[in-house]
């Protein structure tokens, strides 16, 4: 297990990055806990690898015109300990202790977490949950891309090779604001079997905007659009029965379909719950 | 600069390292291989056991998921450096005492991660022992002496 011959440059600047992924196979290694791995199992073999670690200004967390705004270089370690997105984005703070271990928290970033892309995956979730943006730069200049819009299929995203993702921002949370996470995994650190990541806008007794972001249910996080529907009515019951028609799982190595929309259920109410607790 | 084969410059231990090396070559291959530095296991080399765990910065990474070439102008610490130290003496003690290792293969990154933990300072539950440990894979021992160990240890800190 050691990874196929590949030439490496560290990447001085956001500019020279976007130079250097201009190379056929060229490959940006960001905190490396997932590309590494797949190098070392060769299931990955780039011609090059653009190491952006060295570049400034793509880590940090600020609050900015009521949107709270991650580096897609900040360190998963970082997210974890963070006042401002405690404070700020409650839904990301609930979830960071689920992604893999201490070692890997200090060396992955929020931003390779996205663009990655692994469907059990946590942040992604989070990320379309909170109805985030994700700023982007090309060789054509920097873009902008809404969560709905930012997972593309299994592994895929509105990236192509030539891009870095620089940072995203998220709504920040207000005292109306209601989230919710839960996740079954074998052993703690695994990615999930399933998992959801749930936000809303409390409204009275009541919820609005509820968004739900299932992971580890399709090729990519997916939206529950019926069940977000009727937990906006404050129908719990009806929420766990419209899964049937939201989300159809597949059997992978962890679980058969039926049994991974049955925890998507059991999930759905304790998230559900979270949501209508009142915000201490 | 887009080249396969780098000089890099790093302190392991302590001591300054020049070294020329294959951008394929991970961490703790580098170690071993180069340095002969053999405490860092390699174990499941994609990032699951954790027996390659070592400290560059400051903090617990897994030697199997960085690149040596990443480590230019790093501050790498290894098993070997940090029980030298006497950094972990007391830890190291604990383990002996309470039987927490059999064949020792994961003990290195058992150390390393528990005392990451432990440097955080108060004394841990039980739960955030074994939470804190959870990607650290023991195959013989099973994980209650171990747990044992690093609570008795910070306890022991603690009063201190």
């Known amino acids: 297990m050691k990874p196929a011959p590949f030439a490496y440059a560290k990447a001085r600047s956001l500019a020279h990055a976007i130079d250097l992924l201009a190379q056929e196979d060229a490959r940006l290694l960001a905190g490396g806990q997932s590309l590494i791995a797949t190098l070392n199992m060769r299931l990955s073999q780039p011609a090059l690898l653009v190491d952006i670690n060295g570049i400034d200004g793509l880590g940090g967390i600020a609050l900015k015109d009521g949107q709270l705004e991650i580096g897609a270089l900040t360190r998963h ?50 990320f379309l949950a909170l109805g985030g943006e994700a700023e982007i730069k090309g060789p054509q200049g920097p873009r902008t891309v809404k969560a709905d ?79 977000e529907a009727a ?50 | 600069m887009n080249e396969r084969f780098h000089d890099i410059t790093l302190t392991v231990n302590g001591e300054a390292v020049r070294e020329h090396v294959d951008a394929r070559k991970t961490l703790v291959d580098f170690l071993r291989e180069d340095l002969a530095l053999t405490g860092s296991h390699v174990g499941c080399e994609h990032g699951v056991c954790g ?27 290894t098993i070997e450096g940090i ?15 309470r039987n927490a290792l059999q064949c020792g293969f994961c003990t290195p990154g058992m150390l390393l991660t528990a005392q990451e933990l432990l440097r955080a300072g108060g004394v841990p539950s039980r739960e955030t022992i074994r939470t804190h440990l959870s990607g650290n894979y023991c195959r013989c021992t099973g994980y209650q002496a171990i747990v044992d160990a690093v609570e008795a240890v910070a306890q022991a800190r603690a009063s201190d």
């Open chain 2, 51 to 77: 027996a390659c765990t070592v400290r560059v910065d400051g903090v617990v990474v897994r030697g199997c998921l960085m690149l040596a070439v990443q480590c230019d102008g790093a501050r790498v610490e």
């Open chain 2, 83 to 97: 029980a030298d130290s006497h950094e972990i003496a007391d830890l190291q003690q604990a383990f002996i005492a």
């Open chain 1, 231 to 280: 937990l906006a009515r404050g129908d719990v019951d009806a929420a766990v029965a419209a899964l049937s028609t939201d989300l159809d799982p597949s059997d992978d190595i962890q679980a058969t379909g039926p049994v991974k929309r049955h925890l998507a259920g059991v999930l759905l109410r304790r998230v559900a719950k979270q949501l209508m607790e009142a915000r201490s």
């Open chain 1, 77 to 126: 370690a970082q997210t974890e300990r963070s006042a401002e997105v405690a404070r700020h984005a409650p839904l990301i703070a609930l979830a960071m202790p689920h992604i893999g271990h201490p070692a890997i928290r200090n060396r992955g970033t929020f931003g390779g977490s996205l663009a990655f892309a692994d469907p059990a995956a946590e942040l992604p979730a989070c």
């Open chain 1, 149 to 227: 819009d930012f997972f593309k299929g299994l592994f895929e995203t509105a990236l192509t090779p030539r891009d870095v993702l620089t940072s995203i921002r998220v709504p920040a949370a207000n005292a109306d604001t209601r989230v919710g996470f839960a996740e079954f995994a074998r052993r703690h650190g695994d990615y999930a079997m399933v998992g959801l990541a749930g936000c809303a806008r409390a409204d009275g007794a009541r919820l609005g905007e509820v968004r739900l972001a299932y992971f580890g249910v399709g090729p990519m996080p997916l939206r529950a659009r019926n069940a």
